[in-house]
């Protein structure tokens, strides 16, 4: 079974930039599908990117041009370079992952999820 823990979030200010990482535990993480997910306290889920096996990647509009989904197959980690961060950002992120390719709007799909990781940015 695939494990995800994440790491790299953190506190910065709007503007600033992150690069959150999840480090993927399983044989089956090269053909897996990975994504990022994330939810405010009292906001419902929401996908943000994921990247399929063969580099393929979904973007949900409100991080499209900011955000950067990218995985290292060697290293069994994914990488979410975050930019030009803004406050409505603020949510804990969870890193996940699943055997088909998925797009961001396919969050709930997922099967493997990490423990997540807290990113707060403010104005």
Known sequence: QVQLVESGGGSVQAGGSLRLSCAAFGY?????CMGWIRQAPGKEREGVATIDSDGSTSYADSVKGRF??????AKNTLYLQMNSLKPEGTA???????????GYWE???FRYWGQGTQVTVSS
């Open 28 to 32: 089956t993480y090269g053909s897996a």
């Open 68 to 73: 950067t989904i990218s995985r290292d197959n």
């Open 92 to 102: 804990m992120y969870y890193c996940a992952a699943d055997y088909s390719p998925r």
């Open 107 to 109: 969050w709930a799909d």
